[in-house]
């Protein structure tokens, strides 16, 4: 696609209930990063995809926390028994190759709310 | 942990005017990179620099890259208030992973 989609744009969950967002990155994009941004701050790394593998997952807060890209296209990140301090804006971007000559492109990203 | 501090954390000022923001680190990065983000959006590049000492000019907006490749700064010329929004360094310290700054966030009135 010509930008980063992210699915939903928002979503209101009740605490202890499983959330997946979605990701759908620019299309031939190698690479896919996992971000959560706070209001005003600037985002915190949770995970990172290179093609289909799962190459640094060192910023998933704990274990409720996983995601995946089977095809290397499309990546779910999923949330397990969530809780309130989940809620945050999580954002997906991609870039084309790997390494710091290439920038990100954003997606708009998910807001989750746990009530 | 590597951290990047962006300062100053909020700046209001009016249209015409010159800014300056400084992003400032303990780590080295192999390259860095600022980015705006207006509300309800992500964050969208603005620049990439990789040498130490590298100036960068974009219309109005000049990014420098530290020589140590520690720090960064960008500069606004009469600031407009298309200008307004959130700047965010990110310095990439090996090869894929960026760590973004703490942010700094511009009002321009008009």
């Known amino acids: 696609g010509a930008g980063v989609s992210q699915s939903p744009r928002y979503k209101v969950t009740k605490r202890g209930q499983d959330v997946a967002l979605r990701c759908d990155p620019i299309s031939g994009h190698v690479s896919l990063y996992w971000y959560r941004q706070a209001l005003g701050q600037g985002p915190e790394f949770l995970t990172y995809?290179?093609?289909?593998?799962?190459?640094?997952k060192s910023g998933l807060p704990n274990d409720r926390f996983s995601a995946e890209r089977p095809e290397g296209s499309i990546s779910t990140l999923t949330i397990q028994r969530t809780e309130q301090r989940d809620s945050a804006m999580y954002r997906c971007?991609?870039?084309?190759?790997?390494?710091?000559?290439?920038?990100?492109?954003f997606g708009s990203g998910t807001r989750l709310t746990v009530v | 942990t590597q951290l990047l501090e962006q300062s100053p954390q909020f700046l209001s000022i009016q249209e015409g005017e010159n800014l300056t923001v400084y992003c400032n680190s303990s780590s080295v990065f192999s390259s860095l990179q600022w980015y705006r983000q207006e509300p309800g959006e992500g964050p969208v590049l603005l620049v990439t620099v990789v040498t130490g000492g590298e100036v960068k000019k974009l219309k109005r907006l000049t990014f420098q890259f530290g020589d140590a490749r520690k720090d960064s700064s960008l500069h606004i010329t009469a600031a407009q208030p298309g200008d307004t929004g959130l700047y965010l360094c990110a310095g990439v310290p090996g090869t894929y992973k960026y760590i973004f700054g703490t942010g700094t966030r511009l009002k321009v009135l008009a």
């Open positions: 971007a991609s870039s084309l190759m790997t390494g710091g000559n290439y920038g990100y492109t």
């Open positions: 995809f290179n093609y289909e593998a799962q190459q640094d």
